[in-house]
């Protein structure tokens, strides 16, 4: 399994960039995948999931911002993050989990990315 996010980068507050992540060595299409980030000093915690039939579950602070949306034909995973603010900074990793179904279960997550950075600053 192969997961490698890009998209990433500086932006100013109000925003936006899109997070790209390439999936290889596994059959994309019938797994939920995740996004996933961790600030400096935090622990990494939960953005957002889409599961393999599309439905999708957003953590509180980013809902009506950010949009996750998967291309299986591309075996490719997005997230638009719009109206960016400081508290969004952080490294990005996006995750696939074992199970095809939506779950927040932080163990359903097994394979990685390397993360993506996003700074949001003026």
């Known amino acids: 399994v192969q997961l490698v996010e890009s998209g990433g980068g500086l932006v100013q507050p109000e925003g936006s960039l899109r997070l790209s992540c390439a999936a290889s060595?596994?059959?994309?299409?019938?797994?939920?995948m995740g996004w996933f980030r961790q600030a400096p000093g935090k622990d990494r915690e939960l953005v957002s999931i889409?599961?393999?039939?599309?439905?999708?579950y957003y953590e509180d602070s980013v809902k009506d911002r950010f949009t996750i949306s998967r291309d299986n034909a591309k075996s490719t995973l997005y997230l638009q993050m719009n109206t960016l603010k400081s508290e969004d900074t952080a490294v990005y990793y996006c995750?696939?989990?074992?199970?095809?179904?939506?779950?927040?279960?932080?163990?359903?997550?097994?394979?990685w990315g390397q993360g993506t950075r996003v700074t949001v600053s003026s």
């Open positions: 995750a696939a989990s074992i199970r095809g179904i939506l779950s927040t279960r932080l163990d359903d997550f097994r394979s």
């Open positions: 060595g596994f059959t994309f299409s019938t797994f939920a």
């Open positions: 889409i599961s393999s039939a599309g439905y999708t």
